[in-house]
């Protein structure tokens, strides 16, 4: 099968969205379909060349722009020509199926020429408005979402299928007004790389970490919406009285304001800022940690926490949107409102339960089965196969 894949965010751009649209062309193309994908370029030109995933993926850049200095790494595509471009991309490669990732430049051009050409297209949603909304003054954040939410059901309700990857997505796209055909469908997670393995001796001294202290770990974008700033207060509210560090992976824009507040907190040697590291690294850190901690309240999934199970490890998640649906508490996991006091509470209940860890991580590994990459991409397959088909 042919199959074309939209987004207005891609690698090396980092996010979920991103970073799940690279995965499910990779997993297609390993099982045989011929996978392109549209994509901003990170530059102001067009380009076309492999991606660095997977060589048999063709990756079709469109020009964009720069959104420096609100953010560092997100780029809009350029809209000048953006509908000549994608015919000539539609006419060129003649795709069975058109698989969109969100509602915009992109996602609606592809949308556009899905129905002048009648073929079958799909969508899977990643958005959320509160994960833009800090970059809105607060008096107009509600009346904003409201309109966000309404753009992005107004594209959705004319896909074929509609796909989302937890059960709180779907339930916020339907209180929206989405009426279109909808499945859920995880974003998976490969349990072949992520799972229970040896420990690099190097990581320790690689990144500052100390091998006799329970060590908490959050991966993520270090932008405002993933939260890391509640978990440095509440590590400091814990450390007062029990010995930890935590690990805080990843870059973002805000990562600065963190820094920042860990200083000014005292939290050296308490929270560990280890920036980007490589997927190997990020591997080992994840069989080195011992619990992992999601504290962000908009995530439609959580890529990072799916990972952190697949590896065996007990988690802490925030009780929103659809974190829960990957924990059972007091099973592989706890629950935690998200405030510095309650997130405290809970780390420590999870060290009083020490002896319990290794069976809430096998407990966390059972529960991402049905997460794994070939079910999910099988049962995406399934949607195609039944659209193009009819």
């Known amino acids: 099968m042919k199959v074309l894949l939209a987004n207005d965010t891609y690698p090396p751009q980092l996010n979920g969205a991103a970073v ?38 063709t990756v079709y850049r469109v020009k964009s722009l720069t959104t420096k200095p609100i953010h560092p790494d997100f780029r809009v595509v350029s809209v000048a020509r953006i509908g000549a471009k994608l015919e000539r991309i539609f006419r060129f490669l003649e795709p069975d199926i058109v698989h969109i990732q969100n509602h915009f430049i992109l996602g609606k051009g592809c949308l556009k020429l899905s129905r002048k050409l009648d073929i079958p297209i799909v969508g899977t949603n990643h958005f959320m408005p509160d994960n833009v909304l800090q970059y809105i003054p607060k008096p107009l954040r509600q009346m904003s ?31 929206a007004g989405l009426t279109a055909p909808a499945r859920v469908i995880s974003n998976g997670v490969d349990l072949k790389r992520y799972s229970k393995g040896p420990v690099p001796e190097s990581l320790y001294r690689k990144y500052g970490i100390r091998p006799d202290v329970p060590a908490f770990i959050v991966v993520g974008r270090l932008d405002k919406d993933k939260k890391a700033d509640l978990v440095i207060r509440a590590t400091m509210e814990v450390t007062a009285s029990a010995d930890l560090q935590v690990l805080i992976v990843g870059k973002g824009k805000d990562q600065a304001e963190f820094w920042e507040l860990s200083k000014r907190l005292g939290a050296d040697g308490k929270v560990v800022f280890t920036g980007y590291v490589p997927d190997d690294d990020l591997e080992g850190l994840y069989n080195l940690a011992d619990v992992y901690v999601a504290p962000g309240s908009a995530e439609l999934q959580g ?78 397959e399934q949607v195609y196969g039944e659209l193009v088909g009819a």
């Open 145 to 175: 979402a409201s309109m966000m939410w309404k753009e992005c059901v107004k594209v959705y309700n004319r896909l074929d299928c509609v796909l989302t990857p937890s059960y709180a997505g779907l339930s916020l796209l339907q209180e």
């Open 303 to 380: 890529i990072a926490v799916m990972e952190a199970m697949a590896t065996g490890m007990p988690v802490l998640v925030a009780n929103a949107v659809a974190l829960p649906e990957l924990v059972e508490d007091g099973v592989n996991g706890y629950l935690f409102e998200a405030t510095p006091d309650d997130l405290s509470r809970k780390i420590l209940l999870m060290l009083e339960h020490r002896d319990r860890w290794e069976a809430m991580g096998e407990n966390s590994m059972a529960r991402m089965q049905r997460h794994d990459m070939p079910s999910v991409l099988a049962e995406v």
């Open 20 to 57: 799940t649209t690279q995965r499910l062309a990779k997993g297609l193309a390993e099982r045989g379909h011929t996978v392109s994908v549209v994509a901003p370029s990170q530059a102001y030109r067009d380009e076309v060349h492999p991606d660095t995933t997977c060589h048999s993926v």
